[in-house]
Nanobody
Framework: QVHLVESGGGLVQAGGSLRLSCAAN????????MGWFRQTPGKEREFVAA???????LYADAVKGRFTISRNDAKDTVYLQMDSLSPEDAAVYYC?????????????????WGQGTQVTVSS
């Protein structure tokens, strides 16, 4: 069982930055693909970014050029650097792990999820 814990959310002004972290309890996280998703009330969970076990990355169009996903397998941690935030980015952000190791965008493909961290962006 993989337990994921997100941190780093909070309140930021529009144009500001936040860095989210997702820590895992398994030393074999390096074999997993990792993804970040976000969700607002009444909407489906939305793909934000993903990184494969080999370091390939994929971003949603809405965040491309502003967000950066990275991983530090020595620390069993994945990050999401979010820059130039806008109120439209406000959501609960979730990290997820996929045993397959390859990038996937469908939430249902991921095997493990964190509890989420709230990001609020004031205008």
């Amino acid at each position: 069982q993989v337990h994921l814990v997100e941190s780093g959310g909070g309140l930021v002004q529009a144009g500001g930055s936040l860095r989210l972290s997702c820590a895992a309890n398994r030393p074999t996280l390096s074999n997993y693909a990792m993804g970040w998703f976000r969700q607002t009330p009444g909407k489906e969970r939305e793909f934000v970014a993903a990184i494969s076990s080999t370091g390939s990355t994929l971003y949603a169009d809405a965040v491309k050029g502003r967000f950066t996903i990275s991983r530090n397998d020595a620390k069993d941690t994945v990050y999401l650097q979010m820059d130039s935030l806008s109120p439209e980015d406000a959501a609960v952000y979730y990290c997820a792990a996929d045993r397959g190791g390859y990038i996937v965008v469908a939430p249902g493909r991921y095997d493990y999820w964190g509890q989420g961290t709230q990001v609020t962006v004031s205008s």
